[in-house]
């Protein structure tokens, strides 16, 4: 609905960019990509 912030418009989900660097929601579409260099930090 119009009402309805664009953010909130899906569930939250996890997107793991640790293995591959990048990502896309399964809901938008949205892809997600780490910048040139950066590492993803381990727990």
Not at 8 to 36: E, M
């Amino acid at each position: 609905t119009p009402e309805v912030a664009l953010w909130s418009s899906h569930p939250r989900v996890f997107l793991d960019v640790a293995k591959t660097g990048h990502a896309a929601c399964p809901y938008c579409g949205t892809k997600y990509k780490l910048k040139a260099g950066e590492q993803v930090k381990q727990h």
